[in-house]
């Protein structure tokens, strides 16, 4: 198996040495992060900190009831508890009463109608949060029960109550290219369904609201898009932009559940209403009600091949639970139909790909973006085939890979590296963990079931899985993606600074690193100062879809190279010598042949030099209507894994042994962080594989706690080894792809189709639980 290369790809395994001490590491050096000493010890200041002398405490009053009709609310009793400020309804917004990404379409605060439980209805502020609390509890809600649409196989029926007026889809992907009535001498086909994941972070929805001297208001909150917030706590209030400022708190994870809002215009609303600054903080009950979760799915897939298994068609039906709000399901759907059948060549497709409203918790954006649904069932899929044509099921994926200069199922051409033959080879070629032996000693913590001593061995077999994904990065479908970044220079106590302000949220995975590294980069400097993220500055678009060191790094480039380009001009000005010969070192200006003619303090003086950019990556297309076809996205992300697992099929208990990966990153601008982004985001699809689920029963969340919905700890997280390849994106700032989500889409995957070598059983759901192992027939 061989993949033609321009070129060879530098590499980078775990526990590799990289240079860089934190205050001069540059690209390609991991530096100590600025926020990581303040985290580690606790000192960090999250959201959930935050705090105002003069605050008061706001809390939110939600429906119990999936659907019902709101027949009158009385505040009247919550108004007498002492220590009120105030009790507010959907009245009382002044504004637009509706927010929402990309549709507007979910309320404030309910008026007429509840669509799903937990959607809030009323506020309160009050001098403490209990007060607070026990006055909401004191509000009467007359609710008219409604029938509820909780299944969404059914919420496209005639016959299905509507969740909205205009009905119950929220968006349809059809997609077809080449022949359309093809046949093929193997066929293979399947049903899959994935349940309901939450992204988990520690950190729960938090901020603080302050009125402005100039009766605007200032927002400090936890969050993923502050422009984006913005735009719609302007439009709730009834104020532009230049009133409503908003400023980035510590995030404690994100994961796409803060890319709508929570608790933003309550606690605007309060503060207005008061006077006062008003806290907002959940608690975790709260925050299971309070963000969107991933989509559950379901699926129904056909693969036609040739006898040595080379795929001839594949057919695809995805439906996704959009929960009672759009928030972001119309690109989830475009995501998980444009690349739902992974990084493999087929001539032939036709997928149908729908969200649809129902009166289940609203669903949205999620690490992996409705690639991590699909790929659950394309590679089940692919081990499928494997087995009746008789290929070993890592050939028949590198037989079927997509390769730079194939086109995918939209028609669009993969014009960068896709080394999905040579990630499958890596993976399958590290070497394998040591075998049980009778002889070893028992250490309980490596069986199934850990030190509850459920099985010294008996009963457990050993099973290894593979996958391999791809994913977007950016926005696609013709959305106008760009980031913003300035940049100043200035001379201080004698030394160059450099200060970099963009409003790209930083929630955990680094950014402000990679912001000060390219700046090292670029200009040369030590000292780079991170000007906190705020909408002072133009909008950095969303810290999601793997895009902000490629989208935002882009800017902070562009504007560092506008800077230098200032710069030499001046030295140019100032020295009478032409700024093509002239080049940035440090704090001095030295000629091409390296002669040092100036100090960079000379050039500057007291000047400050600041150049503000918007950055833009290549254009992307909206899909034709009909077929689907276009250059939909800018960039893609690959990535295999291998999964050991040790099961015991008498108790359906799983023990994950290692998990195993390769990831394409195009450059690894900081290598530990790169490590680390691959490690979580494996350990998040692993936990979809065999765990985590928000449990809907009628509507309604049966475990909204992390009592009973389980993540994955430190104990179930195994040995990983981690190759890195860089092959460059020519495209992309310094050949840069994103790297945050491939991992989630092909561990999962990996660590279900290992569960199923080990049991012999088809296992068409995720999570897998152990019932379905030791259940006959599952």
Not at 13 to 20: E, M, N, P
Not at 421 to 447: A, C, Q
Request: hydrophobic share 40%; aromatic share 4%.
């Amino acid at each position: 198996m061989t993949t033609p290369r321009v070129g060879a790809p530098s590499t980078l395994s775990r526990g590799a040495q990289h240079t860089g001490t934190g205050t001069g590491g540059r690209i390609g050096d991991s530096p100590t992060r600025p926020d990581g000493a303040l985290k580690v010890t606790g000192e960090f200041a999250y959201a959930s900190d935050l705090w105002h002398d003069d605050m008061c405490w706001g809390t939110t009053l939600r429906s119990p009831h999936p659907h019902a009709r709101i027949v009158a609310i009385d505040i009247t009793e919550a108004l007498k508890v002492p220590g009120v400020y105030a009790v507010l309804t959907a009245g009382d917004v002044p504004g637009e009463n509706s927010v929402g990404l990309e549709h507007s379409d979910q309320p404030v605060l309910a008026t007429d109608v509840v669509r799903y439980q937990g959607e809030p209805v009323a506020l309160v502020a009050a001098d403490h949060p209990e007060t607070a609390r026990r006055a909401a509890k004191r509000i009467r809600v007359d609710y008219q029960p409604l029938p509820a649409v909780t299944d969404p196989r059914r919420a496209l029926d005639a016959d299905s109550p509507k969740v909205h007026e205009q009905g119950n889809l929220v968006r349809h992907l059809k997609l077809r290219r080449g022949e359309q009535s093809p046949r093929a001498p193997v066929v293979v086909a399947m049903d899959f369904e994935v349940g309901m994941q939450d992204q988990a972070f520690l950190g729960p929805e938090a901020g603080l609201a302050v009125p402005a001297e100039d009766g605007g208001i200032d927002l400090f909150v936890a969050t993923q898009w502050l422009h984006v917030d913005q735009r719609q706590v302007c439009r709730a209030l009834g104020m532009g932009p230049e009133k409503v400022r908003l400023a980035l708190a510590g995030v404690g994870g994100a994961f796409g559940g803060r890319e709508d809002l929570s608790m933003h215009v309550h606690a605007c609303l309060l503060a207005l209403h008061t006077g006062k600054p008003v806290k907002m903080s959940y608690n975790r009950e709260e925050s299971f009600f309070g963000h969107v979760h991933r989509h559950p799915a379901t699926m129904r897939y056909e693969f036609g091949a040739q006898p040595d298994g080379t795929l001839l068609y594949a057919k695809g039906n995805i439906l996704f639970d959009g929960g009672a709000y759009a928030s972001s399901t119309g690109a989830v759907v475009g995501n998980g139909g444009t690349m739902g059948m992974g990084p493999y060549r087929i001539p032939s497709v036709a997928v149908d790909c729908y969200g649809v409203y129902t009166n289940n918790p609203p669903c949205g954006a999620m690490r992996g973006f409705g690639c991590v649904q699909a790929a659950f069932i394309h590679e089940a899929l692919m081990d499928e085939l494997a087995d009746t044509v008789g290929v070993d099921r890592v050939e028949i994926r590198a037989r079927n890979g997509m390769r730079e200069g194939d086109r995918n199922i939209t028609g669009q051409l993969i014009d960068a590296p896709a080394p999905v033959e040579e990630l499958l080879e890596i993976v399958r070629d590290m070497p394998l963990p040591k075998p049980r032996s009778t002889g070893d000693v028992l250490d309980l913590r490596t069986l199934p079931g850990g030190v509850s001593n459920t099985t010294h061995g008996e009963g457990v077999v050993r099973g290894i899985g593979y996958a391999v994904t791809f994913k977007n990065v950016g926005f696609s479908e013709g959305f106008d993606d760009f980031s913003s970044a300035r940049v100043a220079l200035r001379i201080t106590a004698g030394d160059p600074v450099a200060t970099v302000h963009t409003a790209a949220a930083e929630v955990g995975q680094g950014l402000v690193t990679v912001e000060q590294q390219i700046c090292r980069t670029e200009l040369g400097v030590e000292r780079v100062v991170v000007h906190p993220k705020d909408t002072g500055v133009g909008s950095g678009g969303s810290t999601s879809a793997s895009r902000q060191t490629y989208v935002t790094g882009g800017a902070v480039k562009a504007a560092c190279e506008a800077v230098r380009a200032s710069v030499l001009g001046l030295a140019a000005t100032l020295l009478d010598r032409p700024a093509e010969a002239l080049r940035m070192e440090g704090a001095k200006i030295v000629e091409l042949g390296g002669e040092v003619v100036a100090e960079l303090g000379e050039v500057l003086g007291d000047e400050v030099v600041e150049e503000t950019v918007q950055w833009r990556h290549r254009p992307t297309q909206a899909p034709d209507p009909e077929t689907g076809q276009g250059d939909l996205h800018v960039q893609y992300a690959f990535s295999a894994h291998r999964a050991v697992v040790d099961v015991d099929v008498e108790l359906g208990l799983v023990k994950v042994v290692a998990l195993d990966t390769a990831q394409d990153v195009g450059k690894a601008i900081n290598p530990d962080a790169v490590l680390g982004q691959i490690q979580g985001g494996s350990a998040q699809g692993m936990g979809l594989a065999l765990m985590e689920e928000i449990v809907v029963t009628d509507g309604k969340v049966r475990n909204p706690s992390f009592t009973d919905y389980l993540i994955p700890t430190i104990l179930d997280m195994p040995p990983m080894k981690i190759k890195v390849l860089e092959y460059a994106d020519p495209h992309a700032p310094y050949g840069v792809r994103g790297v945050g989500e491939a991992p989630t889409i092909s561990s999962g995957p990996a660590v279900a189709a290992a569960i199923r070598q080990a049991t012999g059983k088809a296992l068409r759901r995720v999570p897998i639980r152990p019932e379905h192992i030791t259940e006959p027939g599952v």
